[in-house]
C-alpha cells in the first residue's frame, strides 16, 4: 500500500456514511464532517439512522448508529443512496453498512475493533479482510485506537477516555482525505471541552491531527480528494434539521402575526425535538406546555388559540390519531391552530424510528363528519421552516386548523439553511375582534372566515362550542336547513383557500410527456433523479404541491397536459388515490414501504421504467 | 410588534348577578339541581372584583356542560372529557383570565379523569366545579364512576359491579391543593364554597352534590334535606373542632388505631375533638371517606394550601429569561446555532 | 262536519305522525300503533323524532317528541316522506310537524291544549285554526283532554294521572280511522299496568274505547279506512329497531362462531341501546364492558378479543375519533374485532341525535399509517342483524378488526323483521391453534389469516405487539424488506375479503341508463323512489354495495356499464369519492346535510333531473 | 356449542426460573433497573402454583413496556398507556388467567393515567407493576408526572413547573385495594412484594422505584443504596409498628394534629409507636406522604384489604342471570319482544 502520494483528485460529490456502535460518537463525528464541509462552501445534505433499540448491547447489529451525509460543489437534494466511503469503527457497523456502499467504494476501519467477540457479536462467521467478501471495495483498515491511544499518551488519560477519542482520529484521516480544514473542528473542541476539560480538549484535538496526519503522512490512501465550493447564494447559512426548522418557523410565523405562541405537545418519536427546541425559547416569551397525553397537547392548543395565541400542536402518526376528535372541534370552532404531524412507519407503533408518508389519509380524512381542513407537506429540513410559516398563514388567514406534514427523514435530516431576514418576510395580517357593535362570532369576511374575539375583549362575551351553530350567531342550532348552510360554508372556506396557492411549478421540461409527481420529503430524492436524468438529455418534468388540500386549482389541467404521471410515495398509494379522486386520472404509482427514504437511483429506475412502457 | 388589543378592563364594581345571564334560554329539566349552581355561580362572581370579559366557562359535554351557554361571560362548550385541558391551555396562556371548568361525574370522572387529575396535580389555577349526580344525565341514564355499587341503571340493569369513586380522594391523592365539597340544595354554603375557591391560587376543586330528577332522583336526599342535614353532614371549618348534629352535640375523635369515631362532645369533652386542619392531607383524605351511616358527611373545604400556581411558575420562569437575554430576538434565534457565512 | 260516515275506504299506504310534548307519551302512542299494524300483517316502517334537548321545558318547540310510522299492504321502504295524517297534542306539535304534511292531510289536535299560553310557547302569533294557515289540511280539532277525563271520570284518578291518558284517546281515534283492532293495545296495556296499577290499566283501556268510540259514533270524519295485509313471507315476526338488531346480530354471530361475545364501549347518542341492550344479556353469558371512554371501549374489546372472545365495540362519530389508534393496533394484532359506528351528524359534537352518512371517510381511512380494514354497511333496521353477523364473519374469518356503519336513522327506526332459525344459518368456522409443533403466530392460511391462539393454551406462549412484526414468527423487526411484505400481506388480506363478497345485486332493470347507487340506511328511500318511478315505466336499476371496503370485484365494471351514475348521500360525497379513485368515474352527486334522512321525493326529483339532463 | 379448546392445564410444580425466560435478547441498556424486576417477576411466578400458559403480560410503550418480549408467557406490548383497559377486557372475558400489567410512570400516570385509575377502582384482578424512573426513558429523556418539581430535562432546559404525583397516593385516592412500593436495588424485598400482589385478588398496584442510568441516574439512591437504606426507608409490616433506622431504633408516632413525627422507640416506648393497620386508608396515605428528608420513605404494602373483584362479580352476576333463566337461549331471545306470526 506504499504508493507515492499523487496530487489531489476534484471530484464533484461525495457519500461518506460514519457507522459505529451507539458509544462510539459517530452523530458528533458526522456533525463536525458536516459543519467542515458547509463552512468551506459545499452544499450537503445529512442523515443521522438511529438504532431503535434503547441502547442495544454493545457490539451488536442492533446497536450501531449511523451518520450519512452528501456534499458536493453542486446542488445537493439528498444524503446519498449509496456511500463512497464508508467509515466503520467496529464489525458490526461493518456488517450494517457495507451492503449500501458503492462498489469500489472506500472501506475505513479501526482494525483494533475487530477482535474475536466483536466479529461475534456482528455475526461474522469468517474474516471479512481475507475471506474475499470485501473483494468488491478498496479496504483500508487502520489501528485506530492503537494509534489513537499513541498520539494521546503523553496527557496520561485513563484508558476508557483515552478511548473515546478514536472518533477524532477517524474523522482527521477523513479530513486529510477530503482535503477538509481543520480549524472548525478545533475550535468547536476547544469551546466544548476546553474550559471544563482542558485535557480533553487537548487529546481529542491531538487525536484529530493525528489522523489527519496518518493520511498525509503514510500515504497509504493512494491520493486525497478536494471538493470545490457550491455556488451558493451569498449569505449567513446555519445546519437546520427539520425538527428545528418547524420550531424557527413557528416562532418566526407568530413573530410576523405580532401574537404569541404556544405550544402543546406530548413526546413522541420523531417529533419530540420540536417541544425540546421551543421548550428553549422561554426567553422570546414562548410557551410550552407538556401535557398529560396527544389529547391534551391539541387540547391545551386550542384553550390557547381561543385565547389568542398562535396556537401549534406537534405529533407523530399514533398521536395525530388520538388528536383527531378534538381537530374536529377546532374545525367547527373555527379557530387557527398548526398541527405538525411527523411521519413515521405505520401502521399502529409500527416502525417508530423510521420514515414514511402514510399519514396522508389519515390528515384529510381522520375526522367523524365533513370536516375539511387544509393539509400542507415539507420538502426539506430548511423546506420546513418555510412550510411552517405558510401553515400558520393559512391557519390565521382562514381561522382554521391545518395539517403540516413532515417525516422521520426531514425531521432528522440536516441541511445548509439560509438565513433569512425576518424584516423582509411579509407579515401575517391578524386583526382581534374589539367592536362590541354587531358582534356576530359566526359573521365571515371575505374568505369566509370569522372574526377572533379573544377573552378579556370588553363588551366581547360570546359562547362557542361543538354543537352545530347557527349561522352568524353561532348559537346552538338543529334547523335542518341551517346545518346544510354550515356544512357547505366550512367546505367552502376551506376551498377559498386555493386563492393563496401560488401557481402550481412545473419544474424541466413543460412539454415532457412524463411527469414526475411527489410530495413532502420524497422531494430531494425525486428532483435529484430528475436532475439526473434530465442531464443525460431525457426530458422530463417534476411537480411537487406545497398543498394537499386543497389541490391547488391549476393542478388537475397541468396533470391532464402530460401523457404520464409516475407518483413515487413511501406509503401504498394515498395521494395516487387522492389525485384519481379529484380528477379521474390513473397514474403510475412507486410505493415503498421499507421504512427508509427513496434513492434517487430508486427513482431514477422507476423513471425510465416508465419511459420504456411508454416507448 | 403585537397584534394584540389594548384595553382598559371594564368596571367589575357594578356587576350584579343580573350580568351574568346571557340571553340564553336555560335547558335544564325542570327541578335539576344544576339551576342551583348555576344561580349560586351568576350570584358569586360579581363580588370577586374581577373584571366580566376576564372570565371564562369552558365545559365538556354532559347536561351540567351546558353551563357556559347560561352564562354571561366567555365561553366553550367543548368535547366530552377534555375541558380540563382546553382550560389548561388558555390559563397557562393568559393567566390574568378566571377560568372555569364545569363538568359532570361522566364528563370529569369517566372520560376526562386524566385531564382532571392532571389539571390538579399541576395546580393550574382553574376552578374546576363537578356536578356530581352519580348518573349520565345526558345520555339518558347509565351508570357513572360515582354511581354507588350495584346500582341499577340502563346499562347495569342487574347492578353495576364497578366500585365507585369518591370525588375528593381522588382530588387529594392526586395533588389537590383546593378540595371542597358542597350541595346544590345548600346555595349558601355553595356559594361560600364558590367563593373561597375562586380566590384561591391554584387548582380549585369542588364536588358539587347534585340531583338528578330524572333519572337519578333522590341520590343525596339522605345528606341533602332540610330535615337530615344536621344529622348527616359535619361543617368542616380549618382551625375549628369536627362538630355536628343539630345542636353541634357530637364531634369526631380519633382512635389509636388512627380511624375516626363519632363522640358525644359533652362526654369527651369539646378539648378532645379532632380540629380541622386544611394543611393536613391525611386528616382530609380520612375525612373524605366518612359517610353514612356510620359517620356524617363532611362538607366545605377538606383542604386549602397556598402553593405556587402552575401559570405563576411558567410566568416567572418566562421572566427570568427575557432578564437573562434582554436583546434576545427571533432574528437572532434564526442566526444562532451552527453558521456560516458566503461571501 | 255532521255528514254521514260512508263505508271504510280502502288505501294501500298510510303515513301517520305523533307529535306531542316530550311528557305526552307520543313515543309510545306510535309504537302500539306500529304494533298493532304489525299484528295485523301490514308492512311499516317507523322513524321516532326525539328533541335534542335533555327535557326542553313543556310546551316549546324544542321539546317536541315525534313518531311516524309508513304502514302498508306493499312492501314498505321507509317511515314515509310526508305524512297523511298529524297527530298534534299542543301547538308546539302543531307548529313543528305541520310543515311536512301531505297537502289535504289530515290533522288531528287536541283542542284543550290550545291554550293562550301554550300557543304563546309555540310562537303562534294568531290562531292557526282562523288564520287561514291551515287551509290546506283537513283539521279535525277534538277536546281531547276533556274527553278524555269524562271518559274516565268514574275511576277518580287524581287530575295529573288521568290528563296523562289522552294519549290513548288519540290512539283509540286513529284505531277507529284505520279500522284498527283494539286487543294488541288492550293487553299491552293489561300487561303493563294491570297488575300493579290496576285503576290505570282500566283508565287507559277506557280512554282507547273512548277515543275509538268517538271516531265511530260522532261521524266527524267523514269515512274511515282499511289497509290490507301485506304479502309478507309467513313465518314469526318482531319489531326491531336497528340497535336493537345490531345486539341481536352479535349475539347470534357468537353463537354461529360457538365463541363468547364480549362487549366494550361507552355510552354516546344514538348508540347506547346497543350497549343497553346487550349488558340484558348476561344469561347468556354476553360480558358488557362499560369502560371509562371509548379508548377503553376499544381497548377491552381488544384484550378479550386476544383471550378469544367474540369482541365488539359500538360508538358513534366522536367516539369513533378516540378509537383510531386502537384500531391501528388491532389491524397489526390481526385478531378479529368489529366496531360498529352508528352515524351522526358532524362534525365534532354536531347534531348527536340526528342521522348523517358522513363517517364513511373516517372509517376507512382514520388510522395512522397504511392500515386496512374492511368497511360494511347496513341498509335497514332489520339489515343490522345480518351486517352484524357478516361483520364477525369476516373478523373471524380474516382476523382482523371490521367497521360496521348503521346510522342514527337504522338505529332508532323500526321495521317487522322475520326472525330467523339459528339452527338454519350458516355457521361461521372457527378454529384455535393449539398444536405447538411448529406454530407460529404470523404464519397464514390460504385466506392470509393468521393463527389464533389464546392464553391458557398449553404450550402455546407467544408475545405480539404494535410494532412491525417479522413475517411468520411476529418477532419485532425492523428490517426493511419485510415491513415491505408485511404491508403488502396485511394489504392483501383485507383484498381477500372480496372473495365472501356475493355478486353485486343489480335492482330494476340492467339495460337502464341511469343506475342509482346508495350506500347503508339511505337504502329504503331509494329503493322506494326507484320502485315509485318504475311503476311509471321509468327504466332504472338500483346499486347499494354492503361492502365499502374492500369493494365487491365486479363492481366497477358493473357501474361502468351505465350511461350515469346517481349517488344521493346524506354526507359533502364520500362514496362519490371513493369510487372515482377506485374507478375514475365521475357520479352525479346529490347529497343533503340537514341531519334528517332521505325522502323517497327527493330521490325521485333527483332521478327526474338526471333523466332530464340524460335527455 | 363452543369451540375453545379444552384442555388439562399443565403442571406447574415444574416451573423455575428459566421456565419463563423467552427466547428474545433483553435490550435494555446495561445497568438499567428493569433487569431486576425482570429477574424478580421470573423468581416469583414459579412459586404460584398457576400453570405457565395462564399467565399474561400486558404492556404500553416505553422501555420498561418491552418487559412482556422477555417473558415465556402471553404477552402483549400494546399502545402507549392503554395496557391496563386491554388487560381490562382480557380479566374480565377470562377471570382464570393471570394478568399482569407492566407499566412505566409515562405509560401508567401520564397518557395511561385515566385507565390506570378506572383498573384500581374497579378493583379488576390485574398485577399493575408500575416502574417509576421518574423520566421517559425510550423517547430519550423528557420530564414525566412523577419527576421532582424543577426537574430539568430535555423538554424542561429551565426546569419543570410540575408538581409530581405521588404514585401510592394516587393509588390510594383512587381506591386501591392493594398499594405497595419497592426498589429495584433490593430483589428480595421485590420478590417478597411481588408474591403479596400476585396473591391478592382485585387489583394490585406496586411501584417499582427504577434507576434510568441514562437519562435520570441516581434518582432514587439516597432511598435505595445499601448504605442508606436503613436509615431513609421504613418496611411497612401490617399489625407491626412503625420502626426504621438501621437498628430499628427509631419509629413513627401520630401528633395531636394528625401528623406523623420519627421518634427514638426508646424515648417513647414501643407500645406508643403507630402500628401500621393496612386496612386503614387514611393511614396508608399519611404514610405515602412520608419522604426524606424529614421522614424514612416507606416501602412495602401500604394497603392491602379483601374485596371481591370486578370480575368476580361479573361472573356471580353471569351464573344468576344464568340460573333464572337456565332455558334460556339465543333462539328465544330472538323470538322475544313483541312478536306477531304471519299465517
Ligand atoms: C366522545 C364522546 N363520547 C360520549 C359522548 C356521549 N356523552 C355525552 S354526555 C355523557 C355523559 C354525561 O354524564 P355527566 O358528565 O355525568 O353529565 P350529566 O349529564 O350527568 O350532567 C356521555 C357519555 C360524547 N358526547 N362524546
Ligand atoms: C400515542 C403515543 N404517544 C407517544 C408515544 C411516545 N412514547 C413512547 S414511550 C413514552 C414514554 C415512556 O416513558 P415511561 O412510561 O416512563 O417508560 P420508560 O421508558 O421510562 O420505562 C412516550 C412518550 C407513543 N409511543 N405513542
Ligand atoms: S337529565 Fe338530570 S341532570 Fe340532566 S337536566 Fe335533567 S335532571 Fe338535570
Ligand atoms: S433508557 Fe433508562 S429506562 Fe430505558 S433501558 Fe436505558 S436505563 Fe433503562
Ligand atoms: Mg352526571
Ligand atoms: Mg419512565
Known amino acids: ?615 | 410588534m403585537s397584534n394584540y388589543p389594548i384595553f382598559e378592563p371594564t368596571d367589575p364594581s357594578g356587576l350584579t348577578r343580573k350580568s351574568f345571564v346571557s340571553n340564553q334560554e336555560v335547558r335544564w329539566c325542570p327541578g335539576c339541581g344544576d339551576y342551583a349552581v348555576l344561580a349560586s355561580v351568576q350570584k358569586v362572581l360579581p363580588e370577586l372584583g374581577i373584571p366580566q370579559e376576564d372570565f371564562v366557562f369552558i365545559s365538556g359535554i354532559g347536561c351540567s356542560s351546558r353551563f357556559p351557554y347560561y352564562m354571561e361571560t366567555f365561553g366553550m362548550h367543548s368535547i366530552h372529557g377534555r375541558a380540563p385541558a382546553i382550560a389548561s391551555g388558555t390559563k397557562a396562556f393568559r393567566p390574568n383570565l378566571n377560568v372555569w371548568v364545569m363538568t359532570g361525574d361522566g364528563d370529569g370522572l369517566s372520560i376526562g379523569g386524566n385531564h382532571l387529575i392532571h389539571a390538579i396535580r399541576r395546580n393550574i389555577g382553574l376552578k374546576i366545579i363537578l356536578f356530581n349526580n352519580r348518573i349520565y344525565g345526558l345520555t339518558k341514564g347509565q351508570y357513572s364512576p360515582t354511581s354507588e355499587m350495584g346500582k341499577k341503571s340502563k346499562s347495569s340493569p342487574m347492578g353495576t359491579v364497578d366500585y365507585p369513586f369518591n370525588p375528593i380522594s381522588v382530588a387529594l391523592g392526586t395533588g389537590g391543593t383546593f378540595v371542597a365539597r358542597t350541595m346544590d340544595a345548600n346555595p349558601k354554603h355553595m356559594q361560600e364554597v364558590l367563593k373561597a375557591a375562586a380566590l384561591h391560587e391554584g387548582t380549585a376543586f369542588v364536588e358539587v352534590l347534585q340531583n338528578c330528577v330524572i333519572f337519578n332522583d333522590g341520590a343525596f336526599t339522605d345528606v341533602t334535606s332540610r330535615q337530615s342535614r344536621g344529622e348527616n353532614t359535619l361543617d368542616l371549618v380549618d382551625g375549628k373542632p369536627l362538630l355536628f348534629g343539630n345542636k353541634n352535640e357530637k364531634g369526631i375523635i380519633l382512635d389509636k388505631k388512627m380511624r375516626p369515631q363519632v363522640v358525644k362532645v359533652d362526654e369527651v369533652g369539646l378539648e378532645n375533638i379532632l380540629v380541622h386542619d386544611a394543611d393536613n392531607e391525611a386528616m382530609a383524605f380520612m375525612l373524605s371517606h366518612m359517610t353514612i351511616p356510620n359517620h356524617p358527611v363532611p362538607m366545605g373545604v377538606f383542604r386549602s394550601v397556598a402553593r405556587p400556581s402552575y401559570e405563576q411558575l411558567l410566568e416567572d420562569q418566562i421572566n427570568t429569561a427575557k432578564a437573562k437575554k434582554p436583546n434576545a430576538s427571533v432574528q437572532s434565534l434564526l442566526e444562532s446555532g451552527y453558521t456560516w457565512r458566503v461571501e
Chains 1, 3 share one sequence.
Open chain 1, 1 to 615: 500500500m506504499s504508493e507515492v502520494a499523487k496530487a489531489p483528485q476534484t471530484l464533484e460529490s461525495v457519500t461518506i456514511r460514519f457507522a459505529g456502535d451507539s458509544g462510539d460518537g459517530m452523530q458528533l463525528t458526522g456533525t463536525q464532517f458536516t459543519e467542515t464541509s458547509a463552512v468551506m462552501g459545499n452544499d450537503l445534505s445529512t442523515f443521522p439512522d438511529f438504532p431503535s433499540e434503547i441502547r442495544a448491547p454493545a457490539g451488536t447489529l442492533a446497536g450501531v448508529s449511523g451518520f450519512q451525509l452528501q456534499f458536493s460543489s453542486q446542488e445537493v437534494h439528498t444524503h446519498g443512496d449509496a456511500p463512497d466511503v464508508l467509515v466503520a469503527m467496529n464489525p458490526a457497523a461493518l456488517k450494517v453498512a457495507v451492503g449500501d456502499l458503492k462498489e469500489n467504494g472506500i472501506i475505513i476501519v479501526d482494525r483494533d475493533a475487530f477482535t474475536d467477540k466483536n466479529m461475534n457479536l456482528a455475526g461474522y462467521e469468517s474474516d471479512p479482510f481475507s475471506d474475499g467478501s470485501l473483494a468488491a471495495y478498496r479496504v483500508f483498515d487502520i489501528e485506530i485506537t492503537k494509534l489513537t491511544l499513541n498520539a494521546i499518551q503523553e496527557l496520561g488519560l485513563p484508558q476508557k477516555q483515552a478511548v473515546r477519542c478514536k472518533n477524532f482520529f477517524a474523522l482527521g484521516t477523513v479530513y486529510w482525505l477530503f482535503s477538509r480544514e481543520l480549524q472548525y473542528t478545533e475550535s468547536w473542541i476547544e469551546s466544548k471541552f476546553g474550559a471544563k476539560t482542558p485535557s480533553l480538549a487537548k487529546a481529542n484535538k491531538l487525536a484529530l491531527n493525528a489522523g489527519y496526519n496518518y493520511g498525509l503522512n503514510t500515504h497509504i490512501f493512494p491520493n486525497n480528494y478536494v471538493i470545490a465550493q457550491a455556488p451558493v447564494e451569498k449569505g449567513l447559512y446555519r445546519k437546520v434539521t427539520g425538527n428545528e426548522a418547524v420550531g424557527l418557523g413557528a416562532v418566526t410565523a407568530a413573530e410576523l402575526a405580532g401574537v404569541e405562541l404556544f405550544l402543546g405537545s406530548y413526546p413522541i418519536t420523531p417529533a419530540s425535538e420540536i417541544l425540546h427546541f421551543l421548550s428553549h425559547q422561554r426567553h422570546l416569551g414562548v410557551k410550552t406546555f407538556q401535557a398529560e397525553d396527544e389529547i391534551a397537547g391539541i387540547c391545551s392548543a386550542i384553550g390557547a388559540s381561543y385565547a389568542g395565541a398562535a396556537a401549534l400542536t406537534t405529533t407523530s402518526g399514533p398521536g395525530l390519531a388520538l388528536k383527531t376528535e378534538a381537530m374536529g372541534l377546532a374545525t367547527i370552532l373555527e379557530i387557527p391552530l398548526v398541527i405538525v404531524n411527523v411521519q413515521r412507519g405505520g401502521p399502529s407503533t409500527g416502525l417508530p424510528t423510521k420514515t414514511e408518508q402514510s399519514d396522508l389519509f389519515q390528515s384529510l380524512f381522520a375526522r367523524n363528519g365533513d370536516s375539511p381542513m387544509p393539509v400542507l407537506a415539507a420538502t426539506s429540513p430548511g423546506d420546513c421552516f418555510w412550510a411552517t410559516i405558510e401553515a400558520f398563514r393559512v391557519a390565521l388567514r382562514y381561522m382554521t386548523p391545518v395539517v403540516l406534514l413532515t417525516d422521520g427523514y426531514l425531521a432528522q435530516g440536516s441541511a445548509p439553511w439560509k438565513v433569512p431576514q425576518i424584516s423582509e418576510l411579509e407579515k401575517i395580517p391578524v386583526e382581534f375582534a374589539t367592536d362590541p357593535e354587531g358582534f356576530q362570532p359566526y359573521a365571515r369576511n371575505e374568505d369566509l372566515s370569522r372574526p377572533w374575539a379573544i377573552p378579556g375583549t370588553p363588551g366581547m362575551m360570546h359562547r362557542v362550542g361543538g354543537l352545530e351553530k347557527q349561522n352568524i350567531t353561532g348559537h346552538v342550532s338543529h334547523d335542518p336547513a341551517n346545518h346544510q348552510v354550515m356544512s357547505d360554508l366550512r367546505a367552502e372556506k376551506i376551498r377559498k383557500v386555493q386563492d393563496m396557492i401560488p401557481a402550481t411549478e412545473v419544474y424541466g421540461d413543460a412539454d415532457a410527456k412524463l411527469a414526475v409527481v411527489g410530495w413532502g420529503g420524497s422531494f430531494g430524492a425525486i428532483r435529484g433523479a430528475v436532475d439526473h436524468l434530465r442531464a443525460q438529455g431525457v426530458k422530463l418534468a417534476h411537480i411537487h404541491p406545497r398543498f394537499l388540500n386543497p389541490l391547488p386549482k391549476d393542478l388537475g389541467e397541468i396533470l391532464a397536459g402530460f401523457d404520464r404521471i409516475l407518483l413515487p410515495e413511501l406509503n401504498m398509494g394515498q395521494l395516487a388515490y387522492v389525485l384519481r379522486a379529484n380528477y379521474g386520472i390513473e397514474v403510475a404509482r412507486y410505493n415503498k414501504l421499507e421504512g427508509k427514504p427513496f434513492k434517487e437511483a430508486e427513482i431514477v429506475t422507476a423513471i425510465r421504467a416508465q419511459l420504456e412502457e411508454m416507448g
